[in-house]
């Protein structure tokens, strides 16, 4: 076994000092290790100071660049605005030129109309004027259709003119009805005969037969005989000649009397038939009508 040393040789031996030139480079070391850790700390504090200043111009950058955009956005808005005014104006526009163009010509429709409602009407007022000339021609040479009726039949029988035309009264001078009687008699068949024969020479006229009676017995007994009185009148007329289509009956009972009173004379001339004899072309203007309005 080797030899071990033994404890007190090494405690008997004293510690050596380094040298001088360990010690210098040491204390060179040291105040370098200083100069680096200063300068470590400066540079560090300035790259701390220039990293919050860089943090700061981010931070400010950012806002900036938060406000371009919320511009950006309403700048944005504003041209989306802008456009779809500049849409709705052009639609407008177009409206407008469309309304104008639909007034334009309903203008001219218009003006067409009322072109043609003047030629309408001037041509009316034409037709109008020639139609009023062909009614005076056709009323005056009906005028004088009824003034040569009347001066004929006037020459027969008692006849006067009124608003509707012409009455031939029948009474006792000429038809001679006996009290509650209806019949004709011979000269007044004769007498029937000659008005027909006038009446017969003329056109457009129609002829209301009215029967009459006295005042004796009751309402509707009289009502009844006026009318047998009438009938009688129109049948033989017809027979005598005249159409059936322009002759009218109507009883006028005791409501009408020619003449007051209850004398025997009085009586005698309200048994009578009365002729309403029109002239249609003067009435109606017109040929051909078949209603024959009573003489009042």
């Known amino acids: 076994m080797p030899d071990k040393p033994s404890t ?7 510690p050596r000092e380094p040298p001088r030139g360990a010690r210098k480079a040491l204390v060179v070391l040291v105040a370098l290790l200083v100069v680096l850790l200063a300068g470590l700390g400066f540079l560090g504090y300035d790259i701390r100071r220039r990293t919050d200043a860089i943090e700061r111009e981010l931070g400010s950058l950012s806002a900036r660049t938060d406000q371009a955009a919320a511009l950006s956005r309403q700048a944005m808005d504003r041209a989306v605005a802008a456009e779809a005014s500049a849409g709705a104006a052009a639609q407008g526009r177009q409206l407008a030129e469309e309304q104008q163009q639909a007034a334009e010509e309903q203008k001219t429709l218009a003006r067409q109309e009322a ?4 030629r309408q009407t001037a041509s009316a007022l034409e037709v109008a004027a020639e139609a009023q000339v062909e009614a005076d021609r056709i009323r005056k040479q009906a005028e004088a259709e009824v003034n040569r009726l009347e001066q004929a039949l006037g020459q027969i029988a008692e006849t006067r003119r009124t608003a509707l035309g012409l009455v031939m009264n029948l009474g006792s001078d000429y038809l001679k009805f006996e009290f509650d009687k209806a019949e004709l008699r011979p000269e007044d068949r004769e007498l029937l005969s000659r008005i027909t024969g006038i009446l017969a020479t003329s056109q457009d006229y129609t002829v209301s ?9 009751t309402e509707e007994y009289n009502q009844k005989l006026s009318e047998r009185r009438a009938e009688a009148v129109r049948d033989y007329l017809v027979k005598a ?5 322009i002759l009218s009956v109507t009883g006028h009972g005791k409501t009408r009397p020619l003449v007051p009173g209850t ?7 309200n048994r009578r038939v ?4 029109v002239n249609t072309r003067i009435l109606y203007g017109r040929p051909g009508a078949s209603t024959a309005p009573s003489p009042p």
């Open 263 to 269: 004398s025997e004379r009085a009586r005698a001339k």
């Open 274 to 277: 009365e002729l309403g004899i």
């Open 8 to 14: 007190l040789s090494l405690q008997s031996e004293e």
């Open 209 to 217: 037969v009215n029967g009459h009676t006295d005042d004796v017995g």
């Open 115 to 118: 072109d043609s409602a003047r």
């Open 241 to 245: 000649g005249l159409p059936a289509g």
